[in-house]
């Protein structure tokens, strides 16, 4: 069964760094296409970025230009570098994942969220 593990939050202080990291485990081949949302208490989930097939990438406006999506084929990997960060990005973020199987079947799963706090 494939499932999708989001990592690398924690608390930073405003202009800080963070580098998300999602990866997919459990007959997967290849993650062909994956979105970052984030969640602040009390709102709605919110789109962040997406890499689409050909490395097509698009990012909201909150986070253009800070925001970096981007994938390790070999690793099974996405990532979301995260630079100047503010209180606003305060969230759990979730990666929403397509892959490809071994068995060569198409897949669409969500990850746990990861929690990222920025405060001084």
């Known amino acids: 069964q494939v499932q999708v593990v989001e990592s690398g939050g924690g608390l930073v202080q405003p202009g800080g760094s963070l580098r998300l990291s999602c990866v997919a485990f459990?007959?997967?081949?290849?993650?062909?296409?994956a979105s970052w949302y984030r969640q602040a208490p009390g709102k709605q989930r919110e789109f962040v970025a997406q890499?689409?097939?050909?490395?097509?990438?698009v990012y909201a406006d909150t986070v253009k230009g800070r925001f970096t999506i981007s994938r390790d084929s070999a690793k099974n990997t996405v990532y979301l570098q995260m630079n100047n960060l503010q209180p606003e990005d305060t969230a759990v973020y979730y990666c929403?994942?397509?892959?490809?199987?071994?068995?060569?079947?198409?897949?669409?799963?969500w990850g746990q969220g990861t929690q990222v706090t920025v405060s001084s």
């Open positions: 890499m689409s097939r050909g490395d097509n990438t």
């Open positions: 929403n994942a397509f892959v490809t199987t071994t068995q060569f079947k198409d897949e669409n799963k």
């Open positions: 459990g007959g997967v081949y290849t993650i062909y296409a």
